[in-house]
Each structure stands twice: as C-alpha cells, then as structure tokens.
C-alpha cells in the first residue's frame, strides 16, 4: 500500500493500543455481568465505579454525575428529550444555535413536532454565538440552553463560560456538546456552568459506541431507557463493560498527555493553515483564526467542488473530509458553512483537515504540495474560474 495520511480525525480517532489492551481482558476473562452477585463479577463492578470516577476528574465533577451511554449522539438526545420531558411543566422554549451536531439539530426539530419552540441563535462569520442574541431569546418559558463547546466543521470554540453565566443568571439549565472539545480542551463543569455534557469515547482515542452523559446533581432528568437499574436507573441495559474500561483509559490518557499533544498540534495546524493560505490563492479558513480546535483546519477553494477535491485527494492517500461525516453524500451544503455566511458556491468547495499528534510538518508539505496542484488543475477545467480569469484581465 502506498502513503496513507489521515486527516479526518474529527469524524473517528484510532483507538489508542494501551486502550484496546486494557479492553481485551473485558471480552475474554472478566465477561461476568456486572450485576451478577458472584465474586467473578463483582471485580466487573468496582472497574465500572473506577472508570466513573476517572472520568469526573476530567470534569471536576463527581462519579454519580457520569453516566454511560453509547456515544455522543446518545448523549445529546437524552439530555434534549429528557429535559424536555422533566421540565415541561415550567416552560417549553429551548435554545440552541444553527452550527449544532445534527444530533441537537434532528432532536430539537422532533422535539418542535411535540410542542416545543426553538429558537436556533445566529453566529458571526467566524462561528461564534451571537451572545446579544441569545440573552434576547431568553423567554420565562425557556428551559434549556444547547450549546456546542467546539464545532466539528469549522473548529469554533464558543465562549462557554459566559453561556453559562448567561443560563445561571437566568435559572436556565445549560447543556453542551463536548464530542469534539473533550481531551483537546481543559474543561472544568463548575467554572463554566455546565448542568449537561455529551462526550463520545471514539473522538478521544477511545473505542466507537460508548459515550458519557455528565448530569449535574440536581437535574431533574428522566430515564433515557427504561428497564434494568443501571446506570441510577436512568440509562437500563448491561454495561458495556470493555467499552467502559476503554473509555475511562482514553479519558485518563487524553487529560495525561493533552499539554504536549495540544502544542504541538496547534503548531502542525498553524503551519498548515499559513501555508496554505500564503501558497493557494482565491481561498479562505473557515472558523475563528485561533479560538479554534487544535487539531482543525477548514478551508474554501472558490472555482472547486469539494467532492472532486476529495476524491482526488483520496489518490495521493489524504483522508479528508467537506465537512461532517453526516452529511456527505448529500448534496447540500453544510449548514454550519451557511451559518457563517458562506454563499453555497464557496461553501460546496470546502475541505476540512483535521490532524492528531502523529502529524508531521513534512507530512503537512506532501498534503499541500498536492493540494495546490489538485486545486489548480480542478480550475483549469472550470469554465466559471476561465470566466473569472477573463474578466480579470
Ligand atoms: C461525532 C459527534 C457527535 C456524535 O457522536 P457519536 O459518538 O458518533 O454518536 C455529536 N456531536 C459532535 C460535535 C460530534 O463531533
């Protein structure tokens, strides 16, 4: 096989090995459930409490504020409905924003079918909320705030604090997607505010199909499934018990290492972005210039298609991405890029590299050094750009 770089590290991280190590004994020594009174299991037990506990220390919480559930998605629909559900009978206004993970978006739209209102904040061009806006669509009804810590198209970080100085002044609960910004960013629930926070295990180094669901004390929250009592009787099902281990270890291992990893990618991103920006003209990064991800870069080519520059991308061995996961293969522009007020033409020829420690400056020179050369034979056969290109002269 020839090179392989990925780059996509937004849409699924490589499992760490000492992740899938600590896992293994899971499947095939210690498979006793959980909830089996025999001494075989009850070492099953303890590791599950222990994962708890490691993974509140990431957070400044407490162990029984974590719950597990499978994944980011999970986690972001149990805190809307659940909410929803618990709190109907204060209010049934929501707020979130328009660059949110389709799992708010497709869940506040459901929720907006069931009798709920929600008002979807604007953002600025570079992916920030409109905080004037928000305070302004705060009603006595509202009773929920859903915003992102990151976004996973553009790499924004919001200004998560004062959303939830914001939610608290008003006694609104305050929820925040964390998929992407967990392990890449310090976060301290109580500092910010945060009553809510989804994190998904394979975006950290962890293994697909687990996730947490952090609800502060307090939350009157309902049963997300209803049946056995794990989880406090809120989330039922068999713990996912080498799933659990293995997030716990990639939580620990994220917070560990997250100050070298950190620098050293923001760094790899920095170069990538100056060099492209310098080298590739009649293009633009997406997102705040440094309040973002360090592992993010997103950029628009105007006179491309995202999809061709994806495939041939995908010739010299460069994973990439036009966006998020969930939407490619439609046909319509991101709705992140939208809301920053990109018109679709520019939208649709977007690229998102998203890096992880292992990139190198060098392997940054071999993406760019293709990159201009697959942008610019793109042009060539673009009869806008040799339109552009006319009036020029
Ligand atoms: C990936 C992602 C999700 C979904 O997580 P899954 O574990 O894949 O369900 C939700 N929100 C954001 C911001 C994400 O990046």
């Given at each position: 096989m020839g090179k392989l770089l990925y780059l996509d590290n937004a849409a699924t991280t490589k499992t760490a090995p000492e992740v899938v190590d600590a896992m293994l004994p899971y499947f095939t020594?210690?498979?006793?459930?959980?909830?089996?009174?025999?001494?075989?299991?009850?070492g099953n037990k303890e590791m599950i409490s222990k994962q708890r506990e490691a993974i509140a220390d990431t957070l400044g919480a407490s162990a029984n504020e974590i719950y597990f559930t499978a994944g980011g998605s999970e986690s972001d629909n149990w805190a809307l409905k659940a909410t929803a559900e618990a709190y109907a009978g204060k209010g049934n206004h929501i707020i979130t924003t328009k660059i949110e993970h389709h799992a708010i978006l497709h869940t506040a739209q459901y929720l907006e079918k069931r009798g709920f209102e929600v008002t979807y904040v604007d953002v600025d061009e570079d992916g920030k909320v409109k905080l004037d806006e928000l305070k302004a669509a705060i009603r006595p009804t509202t009773i929920l705030i859903s915003v992102m810590f990151a976004n996973n198209e553009i790499g924004t970080i919001q200004p998560i604090k004062e959303i939830g100085e914001i939610a608290k002044e008003h006694g609104i609960l305050f929820h925040t997607d964390a998929v992407q910004a967990y392990g890449q960013l310090p976060i301290n629930v109580d500092e910010c505010h945060i009553d809510m926070l989804s994190a998904s295990g394979h975006k950290f180094n962890g293994p697909k199909g687990i996730g947490f669901l952090y609800i502060r004390k307090g939350v009157k929250i309902r049963s997300?499934?209803?049946?056995?009592?794990?989880?406090r009787k809120r989330r039922a099902g068999t713990e996912n018990v080498p799933g659990i281990v293995g997030i716990g270890t990639a939580a620990k291992r994220a917070a560990n290492t997250r100050e070298e990893r950190v620098a050293k990618e923001i760094e790899v991103r920095d170069y990538l972005i100056d060099r492209v920006l310098k080298e590739i003209p009649y293009c633009r990064l997406n997102g705040h210039r440094t309040d973002r991800l360090p592992n993010n870069a997103n950029f628009s080519f105007r006179f491309v298609e995202g999809e061709s520059l994806l495939i041939m991308l995908d010739m010299k061995g460069i994973c990439a991405s036009s966006g998020s996961a969930c939407t490619s293969?439609?046909?319509?522009?991101?709705h992140v890029l939208l809301a920053i007020g990109l018109p679709h033409e520019i939208a649709h020829g977007s690229l998102r590299l998203t890096i992880n420690e292992e990139i190198t400056k060098e392997d940054i020179d071999y993406v760019v050094d293709n990159l201009k050369e697959i942008v610019a034979h793109l042009r060539n056969m673009s009869p806008l750009y040799e339109d552009f290109v006319k009036k020029q002269k």
């Open positions: 020594e210690h498979y006793g459930n959980p909830s089996s009174v025999y001494s075989f299991s009850s997300f499934v209803h049946g056995g009592a794990q989880e293969g439609s046909l319509d522009p991101s």
